[in-house]
């Protein structure tokens, strides 16, 4: 426990507020940790797996209302509209603050406050912050003790300063209509009511990590970004750290779990995990870019994940894992979702909670947003730099998205405000991580559009000035495309770990070490660059999803133009300059 004023203060206006029967100091003990789950396990709000076979794991249902980020339910609350942007919705925080405390007020009668210490980043590491949350869900607590550091000694390295984030979780009636995941980024403060799903729950990540820190690091001279975070290790030992963003269910935890193929295995090739959804980033005391990952787990996508596509993955879910909206195995008391393998289970129970036979269903097991809970240290390519306060050197940031034409396996920035252009002018099909249609072409730059805290010309501005102060220490940026499809709608690329190769090509630009084709948009391999040694996979196929279509790309400048004039004066002078310089190479 804590004599930090300022939380016990907050903690006691808090109680008052929700009214619990009882509170409980979370330490993050086994022993406390066991208790809960068996606690969960008592009322049915989680199952037991089989522990032989899942050891410490167990599977939770959301409700069917709530199995996803609910982003139109997602506020900015600073105290000027203008300061939360155009791209996202805002609340007066005053009227945010009554209309929050009205639902909240009396919400936890007859259930227990739980108050999670954590730290986001190494206990003690100068990169790290720390939260408080408070909840009524046993979910949200064994959640938070794998994605975060929870423990005592989070209250230690706090002692009585007033730095920390407040969160204040209340399931309520789980009622989708009076849903509000509210951040105010001026008081270090976060609400979330009426939801029980990960994404808008557990508030040390989207909420905290994103949300709150970018608008701390545009005011402290840092990043908080939707990054993976890896490092690539040659056959000599050298390795290489690279940062990816990508929106969200669009390769990050893959990318970040790479298994090289074969050919590269042989020679000494490895792949190492720092981090695979959130990078913390700032400019480290030899001028280069430093990250961390901020979290302690993964909150990966389940379905598609198996023995063949991220094993890495598959390996890390085998223990101490929670499992949420996938199917559950009557037989072995096993979890199963699609693309697990080709062998659904016939007695079963689906994600909402219905009888399911996977042989004969035309419905899916688990829900496509299904999601693992799993600690890093069961990852088998956990970097040694992990657990490390002092990060890693990035020197390749990588842009990405979803994107069936257009955009070319790789290219590269001319130079970083080109870079910065590049991540701004982002496009995706959007996907089940957040509620809404799927498969639309969306911009999301930088893969922030539902994470920024603030205004996002500012943000754009910020990247600009990191640029500035980085010069030529900063990281090189590329952007790449896995998903470019056929005109059967089949995927052309392999993707998955043969995205080492495109990795390769990206680590040689940054070393000086290979040559590229300047195009409008930027630098592109020459195809016999990429190494294709063991693949089954035509030079000509791949000559093709290089390709840069000057007459897409000006219909593309056209939806950029259109995308740009949302951030009126804020949008900074750099990118319109890059914008005009784009047009005037495509004509
Ligand atoms: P969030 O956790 O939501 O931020 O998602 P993420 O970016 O970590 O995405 P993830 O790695 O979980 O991948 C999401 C989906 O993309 C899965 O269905 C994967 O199978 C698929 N995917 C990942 N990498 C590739 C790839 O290289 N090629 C293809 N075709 N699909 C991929
Ligand atoms: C994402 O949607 O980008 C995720 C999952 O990583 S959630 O925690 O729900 O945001
Ligand atoms: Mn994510």
Known sequence: MTNNKTVLSWIDEMKALVTPDQVVWIDGTDEQIEALRAE???????????????????????????????????????????????????MDPQKAYKMLYDIARGSYKGRTMYVIPYSMGPIGSPLSKIGVELTDSIYVVLNMCIMTRVSEKVWEALGDSAEWVKGLHCKVNIDAENRYICHFPEDDTIISVNSGYGGNVLLGKKCFALRIASYLGKKQGWMAEHMLILGIEKPDGEITYVAAAFPSACGKTNLAMLIPPEVYKQKGYKVWTVGDDIAWMQIGPDGRLWAINPENGFFGVAPGTNAKSNPNALATTKAGTIFTNVAHNLDDNTVWWE???????????????????????????????????????NCPCISSEFDKGTGVPISAIIFGGRRAQTTPLVYQSRDWNNGVFVGSIMASETTAAAAGAVGVVRRDPMAMLPFCGYHMGDYFAHWIEMGEKLGDKAPKIFNVNWFRLDDEGHFIWPGFGDNLRVLEWIVK?????????????????????????????????????????????LKEADGIEEFYKKFGDKLPQELKDQLAALKARLV
């Open 339 to 377: 693309g697990l393998d080709k062998n659904p289970p016939e007695n079963a129970v689906d994600w909402t909670g219905e009888p399911w036979n996977g042989k004969t269903s035309d419905k899916k097991g688990a829900h496509p947003n299904s999601r693992f809970t799993a600690p890093a240290k």
């Open 509 to 553: 630009r940054c070393e000086g070490k290979a040559d590229a084709v300047e195009t409008p948009i930027g630098y592109v391999p020459h195809a016999e660059d990429i190494n294709l040694d063991g693949l089954d996979f035509s030079l000509e196929t791949l000559k093709g999803i290089l390709e840069v279509n000057n007459e897409q790309w």
């Open 40 to 90: 969960a396990c008592s009322t049915g709000e989680m199952i037991k797996l089989n522990q032989e076979k899942l050891p410490d794991c167990y599977l939770h249902r959301t409700a069917v209302n709530d199995v996803a980020r609910v982003e139109d339910r997602t506020f900015i609350c600073s105290r000027k509209e203008e300061d939360a942007g155009p791209t996202n919705h805002w």
